[in-house]
């Protein structure tokens, strides 16, 4: 059985920071892509970051949103996945979700096969 397990969510002011994690097990986690995506309320889920398995490199995606405020890195010893948020903003308040899918990064949802649960973040002004 699969399980993703984001942690790391927090109500922080604006320009602070935030690493989030996410916990995987029952999959073989070096052959998976993964990647983190965000729903605030009354919005669409959108892509935030991906990263490759690390065979081919490990490459690493940002939505232009969060471009050179936010890193994406993986242990594959630990099974997880981190987002490391900085200089945020109120309009990165969301609920943030990590996901698999096989291989490659995706910037659609629809192509991922695991998701967590979410974790709530909240950026105050």
């Known amino acids: 059985q699969v399980q993703l397990v984001e942690s790391g969510g927090a109500l922080v002011q604006a320009g602070g920071a935030l690493r989030l994690s996410c916990a995987a097990s029952?999959?073989?986690?070096?052959?998976?892509?993964m990647g983190w995506f965000r729903q605030a309320p009354g919005k669409e889920r959108e892509f935030v970051s991906g990263?490759?398995?690390?065979?081919?490199?490990?490459?690493?995606y940002f939505a232009d949103s969060v471009k050179g405020r936010f890193t994406i890195s993986r242990d594959n010893a630990k099974n997880t996945v981190y987002l490391q948020m900085n200089s945020l903003k109120p309009e990165d308040t969301a609920v943030y979700y990590c996901?698999?899918?096989?291989?490659?990064?995706?910037?659609?949802?629809?192509?991922?096969?695991?998701w967590g649960q979410g974790t709530q973040v909240t950026v105050s002004s």
């Open positions: 996901a698999a899918r096989f291989a490659t990064v995706n910037t659609e949802g629809s192509q991922y096969y695991y």
């Open positions: 029952g999959l073989a986690f070096s052959s998976y892509a």
């Open positions: 990263i490759g398995v690390s065979r081919s490199g490990g490459s690493t």
